[in-house]
């Protein structure tokens, strides 16, 4: 079967990343997990910067049992340098070839750009109805650097997500590299809502990049939350924070100058009052929907800091567009205790999603699915909709996680294939089936996929 990609995007070429190690994962910010060594994190968030320059050394190194190269990078100017060819391995490498077709264009109820010059609740009750156009979605996949990319997506949606993002996209490279651009975005005609995310801190240089994805999704969203050193060279993310003029003007000339409308992604200044004027500026600039990840700037460690849930109900509160939360989901107790208590219109989750899928699906007590079979699944959508084996691989791991704890030889297996297959992948799903651990995830409670992770948050 032939997989959908925009006209503008046909030309599918190898990736020009370095090999990811499994356990590099990242949650709404585009950040790894905590179990991640700072040289790998660095090589995690370099891949946005696809450049011969930045790997200026490769070592092997062994991490958990994990088979993979690790690139040191320098870490310069990544977003003002050039982007070149950088080395590449067999993980880098698409995991099938298909036949790629256009995607039709998709219509949006913004008929032309808003103008800033109506009043609050008209700008309030315009993002309102494209909101509620959309079904008003309140489970959402949030974006994941190499994590949340279509088979994924689509995965999750089959499983309750109502809505997802795409991983973080650098909006110069993405304007400027064709190679990128067909291999960092790809969609589908279900792929619907679709939020397409863009890191920047050049207003022009955004909208170049908006524009080749705008008949594409339901909203452009621009990352101010990621906390990362690479952020703080790169002058984005949640460093803008010390630069709102620059936020609002990135802001404001998405909302003027595009079909679809204009998302934002932050976290919380230390401050409450400061939060509520920077979410108000956003509102005011014309951003019509706001997802706040309830942590600062310097909480990065989601595993022993909580997301302020008060915080969000705050936004909430001062706001009038749709809010998002994002922060401590795990499973579907928090998603409603997070609903109830900040009172958003929907949340975000990203690592617990990565463990278990169908984390979504658990809204009752019927039914049940094996995370086997989650794999399979996944496995078949990466068929259709190909994707480097880097992301295949990661995936595998973090799916059947607890299965290779009970059968560490089985990973190392997996570990040991330089060149993955889809016959080796799912021989190992068999395997480990004959072996009684493809564990049952059930419909919710999803109490095995938080189980021994009861710290983990995002």
């Known amino acids: 079967m ?4 925009p006209d503008i995007f046909q030309t599918l070429t190898v990736p020009s990343h ?35 320059t930045n790997f200026h050394h490769f070592a092997k190194h062994d991490l958990n049992n994990h088979h993979h190269l690790t690139a040191f990078s320098t870490l310069t100017q990544t977003l003002t340098s050039h982007p070149t060819q950088s080395p590449t391995t067999a993980d880098d490498h698409l995991c099938s070839d298909t036949t ?3 995607l039709p264009n ?37 974006p994941m650097v190499d994590n949340s990319e279509l088979p994924f997506r689509i995965l999750c949606r089959r499983y309750g997500a109502e809505a997802a993002y795409t991983p ?15 291999q960092e ?9 679709l939020l397409i995310q863009f890191c920047a801190n050049d207003p022009e240089t955004l909208l170049q990049a908006a524009r080749r994805v705008e008949s594409h999704c339901d909203y452009v969203d621009i990352n101010l939350g990621c906390p990362q050193r690479i952020a703080r060279r790169g002058n984005y993310g949640a460093f803008l924070m010390d630069k709102l003029p620059l936020i609002k003007s990135l802001v404001e000339k998405l909302a003027l100058n595009l079909a679809v409308p204009v998302s934002c992604k932050i976290r919380i200044f230390p401050d409450l009052q400061d939060t509520l004027n920077y979410a108000k500026m956003l509102e005011e600039a014309g951003c019509s929907l706001l997802a706040v990840h309830g942590r600062t700037r310097d909480e990065k460690d989601g595993k022993n800091i909580r997301a302020n849930w008060d915080a969000i109900r705050a936004v909430k509160n001062a706001l009038g567009i749709p809010v998002l939360a994002n922060g401590n989901i795990r499973h ?28 979504f699906a658990g809204f009752d007590d019927h039914g049940k699915v094996d995370r086997g079979e989650l794999v399979v699944e996944y496995l078949k959508l990466c068929e259709k909709y190909p994707v480097p084996w880097r992301m295949i691989r990661s995936h595998v791991h973090k799916m059947l996680g607890e299965s290779f704890r009970i059968h560490p030889h089985v990973r190392e297996d997996l570990n040991k294939q330089s060149r993955l297959s889809f016959e080796f992948l799912y021989g190992m799903v068999d395997r480990l089936r004959d072996l009684g651990v493809t564990r049952l995830i059930y419909e919710g409670t999803c109490s095995e996929s938080v189980s021994g992770n009861k710290d983990r948050e995002l």
């Not at 032939?2 to 990609?5: A, D, E, F, I, Y």
């Not at 650098?170 to 590299?177: A, M």
């Not at 975005?185 to 809502?193: G, I, L, Q, S, W």
């Not at 928090?334 to 990203?350: F, P």
Request: contains cysteine.
């Open 168 to 182: 973080m996209l650098h909006s110069r490279i993405f304007s400027e590299n064709e190679k990128y651009r067909s």
């Open 332 to 359: 579907m107790d928090d998603v409603r205790n997070c609903m109830e208590q900040t009172g958003a219109d929907g949340i975000l989750s990203a690592e617990s999603l990565l463990e278990n899928p169908a984390l």
């Open 185 to 193: 975005f790809t969609t589908c005609k279900e792929d619907r809502p």
């Open 100 to 102: 790629s077709e256009p």
């Open 106 to 142: 998709h219509e949006f109820s913004f008929s032309e750009p808003p103008d800033l010059q109506l009043t609050r609740e008209a700008r309030i009750e315009r993002a309102w109805s494209h909101w509620k156009k959309l079904g008003e979605p309140k489970v959402i996949v949030a």
């Open 2 to 5: 032939s997989w959908l990609v």
């Open 18 to 52: 370095p090999l990811l190690p499994p356990k590099l994962v990242a949650g709404g910010d585009g950040l790894p997990s905590a179990t991640a060594s700072r040289r790998h994190l660095h090589l995690l968030l370099m891949r946005f910067k696809p450049s011969a």
